[in-house]
């Protein structure tokens, strides 16, 4: 199964990165390339323990919805994301935040696979493990660029 790992130094506090990194506001304009919108149940503001969010966007030309909800939150430090219904196999994204010197390491760590057996693994390999590299990418600048931006 791909795993991704992502860090990113951001020069804000840690729990500035935490409550923006469960913004629906904040996911959604950084997705802005590819569409992304929740649709349901929560469509704004700030994730909690348990609550999902559906979101509908664009990759690839094709239409996408996929429902999320947080399985773990230990505030500032750890929150979990989990697919409840959506394109993929698996999706589990774990958001880690430690206070650091000039501000906050965040990391991602994403365990993810698609469906359809040997097919969905070529795919994941070939395809899907540097595409979404580049969106959490993506994301993490905006967050960075939103809170304030550290070295690296």
Do not use: K
């Amino acid at each position: 199964m791909p795993t991704i790992r992502l860090q990113t130094l951001i020069a804000a506090p840690v729990e500035a990165c935490f409550e923006l990194s469960l913004s629906v506001d904040a996911h959604t304009a950084s997705m802005a390339r590819s569409d992304e919108r929740a649709i349901g149940p929560v469509t704004s503001g700030v994730l909690g323990p348990g609550e999902s969010v559906t979101w509908r966007a664009r990759h690839f030309g094709i239409p996408f919805t996929m429902t999320s909800r947080i399985v773990e939150h230990e505030p500032p430090h750890r929150f979990v994301d989990e697919q409840v219904s959506g394109p993929f196999g698996r999706w589990w994204h774990e958001h880690r935040f430690e206070a650091g010197d000039g501000g906050t390491l965040m990391t991602d760590v994403v365990e993810f696979a698609s469906p359809l057996g040997p097919l969905g693994r070529v795919v994941d390999r070939l395809v899907l493990t540097s595409y979404l590299t580049r969106l959490l990418t993506v994301r993490n600048e905006w967050i960075a660029g939103n809170l304030g931006r550290g070295p690296g």
